[in-house]
């Protein structure tokens, strides 16, 4: 049974901007990667590796697209207040049926990128 997202994997010819994106703007921190005799990074989460980067290679010759993968956060004021401190547009909005919140931001790649969070949201999200 499927219990939740292990990782996502970015291919992308901004390798050290992407990289630098998700650690400023998401709090991952680069980590330990298995030598794939391509350039990347697995940045970690809670200890565990979650986003997969990989530079464009021979393998994968153009940049892939996904359509969003989500993050998970109990704490969505401070997820919002990073990304405003490092000038990232996002829209967010309440999830409807009281089900929470969720912003939606774009990584360097185009990327689109979801931060949810599933626990009551005390100020209204506009």
Excluded at 99 to 124: S, W
């Amino acid at each position: 049974m499927i219990t939740g997202l292990d990782h996502a994997t970015i291919i992308t010819n901004k390798l050290d901007e992407t990289r630098d994106f998700f650690v400023d703007a998401f709090g991952l921190e680069v980590g330990k990667r298995p030598d794939f005799g391509v350039p990347g990074f697995w940045l970690y989460g809670g200890g565990r590796p979650i986003l997969h980067l990989a530079a464009v290679g021979k393998d994968r010759p153009a940049a892939g697209m996904i359509d969003h993968f989500s993050f998970a956060t109990d704490d969505f004021a401070g997820a919002l207040a990073r990304l405003d401190k490092l000038g990232v547009k996002y829209q967010a909005q309440p999830i409807p049926d009281g089900m929470g919140a969720q912003a939606f931001c774009h990584d360097p790649n185009g990327v689109l990128i979801e931060i949810t969070c599933r626990a009551p949201v005390p100020a209204p999200v506009t």
